[in-house]
């Protein structure tokens, strides 16, 4: 009996097994069902310990959300274009002044205070994400264009172009043309020798004074350098119609290196200018001619005419406008050799001797002959001056 039932209840775990394998193959082929809804239980308690097993962090019950920064781009980029822009038309005003010759514009206080708040514009725009990179561009070309930069620039143009015209008066530009020269009088001008009187009388003088001198110590003369004529500033920020004339210069071909030498050309020199109703040489490199012994030895070498490299002596036709210089150079009182290193670079140039006695001609505010006429015409418009 009791084996009867054994084998019944065999047979009926067989029979319900047969039956769910084929459940199961009609339902899909041998796969297994899909889990249900919110998953298998445990199966958020298996991923968690398989992730702290791995040393993850659990990502059960976050939420990651894309930050909302769609209104702050736009006044981002706003600001950067901002500060770009008007960086960009801020050195666009400068360098229109500065071309104008507008130096003072340039530095006055709206200017500044344009800078001012240009700059706080550019420091905004880099304090934001997107308009970092234009904040940096407008920067660099504040940096290049500002009103030091430019200002700077402006005054050196100007000064080497004398173009003040962009804020200069009618009366100014007036001025400006002024054929003399200013707390010169244009009568002296008149009355006195022309440019080429002067040329005349200084080649006269040199050749006169090259002739003693040779025939007394037997020296040889060098030119060398070249005539130069060019216009003498009125004081009024213009050129004047008088000239300044430099002479070519004539030096001995032989070195002078004894004191006593020095002194006797020079006293020979002398006898000529007293012949020609000049005044005799007077000693520039000497502490008594009334330069501060510092500037003396900065100029000549030493203090003391001994130890000295150049000796400088001076004559003139006052009041007429002819100044006659008359040089010693002489290396053997250079110890440093930086007075060689210059006479060097000057010889290079001109062609001269490194060292010896050497004459020259200058003369100031003198009118050529040719523009006398324009000159007396051209003063009529200036009555007082």
């Known amino acids: 009996m009791a084996r009867a039932t054994t084998v019944q209840a065999a047979a009926e775990r067989t029979s319900r097994g047969r039956s769910s394998a084929q459940q199961i193959r009609r339902r899909g082929g041998g796969r297994p069902a899909a889990p249900p809804p919110g998953g298998y239980a445990g199966a958020a308690r298996t991923r968690g310990g398989l992730d702290a097993a791995a040393g993850l962090p659990q990502a059960s019950g976050i939420t990651y959300t894309a930050p909302d920064d ?53 420091v905004a725009a880099m304090l934001t994400a997107r308009g970092r990179m234009l904040g940096a561009i407008a920067l660099a070309v504040s940096l290049v264009f500002n009103v030091a930069t430019v200002g700077a620039m402006g005054a050196l143009r100007s000064a080497a172009t004398q173009a003040y015209d962009g804020t200069k008066s009618e009366r100014q530009r007036h001025e400006e043309a002024y054929p003399g020269v200013k707390d010169f009088s244009p009568q002296d001008a008149l009355a006195g020798p022309s440019l080429e009187g002067v040329q005349s009388e200084g080649d006269a003088l040199m050749a006169a004074v090259r002739e003693r001198v040779s025939q007394r110590f037997g020296y040889t003369w060098v030119q060398s350098g070249s005539q130069d004529v060019s216009p003498e500033r009125n004081g009024y920020g213009g050129e004047s119609m008088l000239r300044r004339y430099t002479s070519t210069t004539w030096t001995t071909a032989q070195p002078v290196q004894d004191d ?5 050309v020079m006293q020979t020199i002398d006898e000529v200018l007293l012949e020609r109703a000049m005044s005799e040489l007077y000693p520039l490199n000497e502490v008594d001619a009334g330069i501060s012994p510092d500037m003396v030895a900065k100029l000549y070498g030493s203090t003391e005419p001994s130890r000295q490299h150049t000796w400088e002596y001076y004559s003139g036709t006052y009041p007429g406008p002819l100044r006659f210089y008359a040089y010693a150079y002489d290396l053997s009182n250079d110890p440093t050799g930086e007075f060689r290193t210059q006479r ?28 006398r006429a324009e000159f007396e015409q051209r003063l009529q418009e200036y009555p007082g001056f």
């Open 70 to 122: 769609g209104g702050e781009r736009k006044g981002v980029n706003a600001l950067g274009l901002a500060a770009i822009s008007a960086t960009a038309i801020f050195a666009l005003i400068l360098l229109l002044l500065m071309l104008a010759g507008g130096t003072d514009a340039v530095y006055g206080v709206t200017m500044l205070v344009l800078q001012l708040t240009i700059a706080g514009l550019i």
């Open 260 to 264: 006593d030498r020095k002194r006797e």
């Open 344 to 371: 060097e670079a000057l010889a290079k140039q001109t062609g001269e001797p490194l060292e010896g006695i050497q004459l020259v001609v200058f003369a100031r505010r003198v009118l050529p002959e040719g523009d």
